[in-house]
């Protein structure tokens, strides 16, 4: 079928399809944008785009863009992650006067590791109706070719920069058995990898999805061992926006001391070694100078990553 063609088919359906929805006024509309390909966009969202009063959106200029290879021109509302809380209140005051507003993000769904969040709780605390439109979404997308088989999915998202900080919330990662689903930048990606092969280990599985939906879109799965070889083959494999998948954990994925590494790291975070390791041990019921010993290198091992 030719690609001028697609858009005639049965096109009085899909406009009734459209049409079948109601769009009440005084509502907030978070509508899921391209993730990469401009044409993954719903019609739904592409109504709704051109019937608001005005888009809220995390950057103007591409957004403008956006809106322009679709032939609509409407009034943008800058709201980023430095003036949710007070664009909120704009947008509150703008609803009640009855008007529709459109929330957008630069990519993707709204509030999804991107800015929103804030805006639709307030809209929703003053009484508000907030009204979503499903679409593109860089994580499932990520997960529906990942092959990961597991009925459970945890989505992380950016990792913390600080190598200390990121550790932490690695570590207490490691014992989940559901898909793991992060974001990662290119700037990071190596860096990021090395910390999760040693928080999880060479053996479990991971997946790279880069550049979804785009020109360059690439899909990997190999182990956490062999991952920075593979990053390292092609200088290009380091550039672009990247969704990383880290299976879950099996009852013997990562040995016997899981459960304890996952303690000690919390009551790290509080206590001295010796401490940690005493109150781990009553939690646990493991021996505690086996548990010191794990601690102290857990310790060690901050200490290093922290300079």
Not at 171 to 189: C, D, G, K, V
Not at 256 to 268: G, M, Q, Y
Request: contains cysteine.
């Amino acid at each position: 079928m030719q690609t001028e063609n697609l858009i005639a088919i049965h096109p009085t359906a899909l406009l009734e399809a459209v049409a079948q929805q109601s769009y009440p006024t005084a509502s907030l509309y978070v509508v899921a944008t391209p993730i990469g390909n401009s044409a993954d966009i719903s019609l739904r969202a592409l109504h709704v785009l051109a019937i608001a009063d005005a888009v809220a959106c995390e950057d103007t200029r591409n957004t403008a863009q956006l809106m322009t290879r679709y032939g609509l021109h409407k009034s943008l509302i800058a709201a980023h992650q430095h003036n949710e809380h007070e664009v909120a209140e704009k947008i509150i005051a703008r609803l009640q006067a009855g008007e529709r507003i459109a929330l957008v993000s630069d990519a993707g769904t709204p509030a999804v590791s991107d800015p929103g969040a804030i805006i639709v709780d307030a809209v929703r605390a003053a009484g508000l109706r907030v009204i979503p439109l499903p679409g593109a979404s860089a994580a499932i997308s990520a997960l529906s070719v990942s092959g990961l088989i597991n009925d459970q999915f945890y989505f992380v998202g950016f990792l913390p920069s600080k190598a200390g900080q990121r550790d932490v919330v690695l570590q207490n990662l490691t014992a989940i058995p559901a898909s793991m689903i992060f974001y990662e930048a290119p700037h990071r990606i190596l860096e990021s990898t090395a910390a999760l092969c040693k928080a999880f280990g060479e053996q479990r599985r991971v997946v790279f999805a880069r550049e979804l939906t785009k020109l360059f879109e690439e899909v990997h799965r190999c182990t956490l061992g062999d991952a920075a070889s593979w990053l390292a083959q092609d200088a290009h494999r380091e550039k672009g926006e990247f969704v990383v998948l880290v299976e879950g954990a099996t009852a013997d994925a990562d040995g016997d001391d899981l459960e304890e590494k996952r303690v000690l790291t919390i009551l790290l975070e509080e206590l001295s070694v010796k401490q940690a390791a005493a109150l781990a041990a009553q939690i646990t019921g493991q021996k505690k100078n086996a548990l010191y010993q794990i601690a102290l290198e857990m310790k060690n091992q901050q200490d290093v990553d922290s300079k």
